[in-house]
């Protein structure tokens, strides 16, 4: 394995202003008091970490929806898609991926298809781990249409940490599979609502990785999976 890629792993754009004021403030520290510098390292490195972009292996099978986020899988529900992003009343499987301040930030594609709405919520900061938390906290959502006809709602949610989320596409805009299209600081979720009747290939409590981990797949019919914890 190439330890190069593992520890000089790429920083996201939007990192690079948060690294040089956590520097800024560590060469501040050393005047102040040493011992106090090598905790702005530490605080540095961890933002350069926190911001970090690795590659990933997307798979190209057709019908795959892969995970849009870094994480744990902490809810597993059926629900109607939020009302804004127009995709209608029917019932859904909402699958909640949790990132923590340790967790990848940047968001990717589920699929590839056509963005078709992007809505903005504002909202409150409660603890994004909680179900509560897709109804009541700030949130950025997007509806994505399919080539086959399929419809899949994304949706970005702060959480107590979290108070900026960042979308970085456009309404109109097509994106491949794991393509990049957002990222939130620091600490959220992310729900996924997948297209009426189809069931997820992961289970509660389960990590995803974003661009990689396989949510569900359109081309089979399966029953949701359930983990069990050993």
């Known amino acids: 394995m190439d330890m190069i890629k593992i520890v000089a792993v790429p920083m996201h754009n939007e990192g690079r202003k948060f690294v040089a004021i956590a520097a800024a403030i560590t060469v501040i520290l050393w005047f102040v008091w040493q011992p106090l510098f090598w905790l702005g390292v530490i605080l540095t490195i961890w933002v350069y970490y926190f911001f970090r972009d690795p590659v990933r292996s997307v798979p190209q099978q057709d019908g795959l929806i892969v995970s849009p986020a870094d994480g744990v899988v902490s809810l597993i529900t059926n629900t109607p898609a939020p009302a804004e992003l127009d995709l209608g009343d029917d019932m859904r499987v909402r699958v909640s991926v949790f ?103 992961v289970s509660v409590g389960q990590t995803a990785v974003a661009g990689e981990t396989v949510l569900a797949d359109l081309g089979i019919e399966i029953s949701a999976r359930i983990g069990k914890d050993i």
């Open 99 to 201: 990132m923590n301040v340790f967790n990848c930030h940047v968001n990717r594609a589920p699929v590839g298809g056509k963005i078709t709405k992007i809505s903005y919520h504002h909202g409150k900061f409660v603890n994004a781990s909680l179900d509560k938390a897709s109804e009541h906290n700030e949130r950025n959502g997007l509806a994505f249409e399919l080539s086959s006809g399929h419809s899949i709602g994304v949706v970005q949610i702060a959480g107590l940490v979290a108070r900026r989320i960042l979308c970085l596409v456009e309404e109109g805009q097509t994106l491949e599979t794991g393509e990049r299209f957002g990222l939130i600081r620091f600490g959220s979720r992310l729900d996924i609502y997948l297209p009426p009747g189809v069931q997820p290939m």
